[in-house]
T-cell receptor, first 115, second 113 residues
Framework: AQKITQTQPGMFVQEKEAVTLDCTYD???????LFWYKQPSSGEMIFLIY??????QNATEGRYSLNFQKARKSANLVISASQLGDSAMYFC????????????FGGGTRLMVKP | KAGVTQTPRYLIKTRGQQVTLSCSPI?????VSWYQQTPGQGLQFLFE???????NKGNFPGRFSGRQFSNSRSEMNVSTLELGDSALYLC????????????FGPGTRLTVT
């Protein structure tokens, strides 16, 4: 079975500092995609960044970047210059490219940004 | 472009009743997936529809069902509600059939009493 592990249930970061949220996954799929979502207290899941398993370069989207290490099966999210509005739950998810759009999620990390 | 919409946003039902939740995907998106989120079990995949066909189904009892219409709008139905069905139900839409970004709606918070 697919398993996504986020080992940090909660984290604090000082405003304007960078923070790394960890994600490791278990897969035997030859091709897959990795996603990060942000969930504020309102409940909506906000798409942040995507990394394909065959992408040669790490994905970046504004202040978000993904540190993808395929051999280690890790896909850590790096948020640079943290802002108070970054306080939220963050979920790592994986989709197999031969299984439609079904996402398997990790347990999430609650990030709290301190002023 | 309008985002994914879900109705209703909040719902309170009694055990034994049934409920229907609705999801309208982003215009042009053909895939709609449903997820259940609870504090104990986290985010769990319910099912996915693509072009009106169910492609994947998660490990949920038959009380949970869904369908997709020709305009890609989707509904999920839960019959004979149980207290454990209280959850945030999220739907996500995607343009393609696999490996594309998925965009979520705001969710429907269901409370079963």
């Amino acid at each position: 079975a697919q398993k996504i592990t986020q080992t940090q249930p909660g984290m604090f970061v000082q405003e304007k500092e960078a923070v790394t949220l960890d994600c490791t996954y278990d897969t035997s799929d030859p091709s897959y995609g990795l996603f990060w979502y942000k969930q504020p207290s309102s409940g909506e899941m906000i798409f942040l960044i995507y990394q394909g398993s065959y992408d040669q370069q790490n994905a970046t989207e504004g202040r978000y970047s993904l540190n993808f290490q395929k051999a280690r099966k890790s896909a850590n999210l790096v948020i640079s210059a943290s802002q108070l509005g970054d306080s939220a739950m963050y979920f790592c998810a994986k989709a197999s490219n031969n299984a439609g759009n079904m996402l398997t999620f990790g347990g999430g990390t609650r990030l709290m940004v301190k002023p | 472009k309008a985002g994914v919409t879900q109705t209703p946003r909040y719902l309170i039902k009694t055990r034994g009743q049934q409920v229907t939740l609705s999801c309208s995907p982003i215009s042009g998106h053909r895939s709609v997936s449903w997820y259940q989120q609870t504090p104990g079990q986290g985010l769990q995949f319910l099912f996915e529809y693509f072009s009106e066909t169910q492609r994947n189904k998660g490990n949920f009892p038959g009380r949970f069902s869904g369908r997709q219409f020709s305009n890609s709008r989707s509904e999920m139905n839960v019959s004979t509600l149980e207290l454990g069905d209280s959850a945030l139900y999220l739907c996500a839409s995607s343009w393609g059939d696999s490996g594309y970004e998925q965009y979520f709606g705001p969710g429907t918070r269901l409370t079963v009493t």
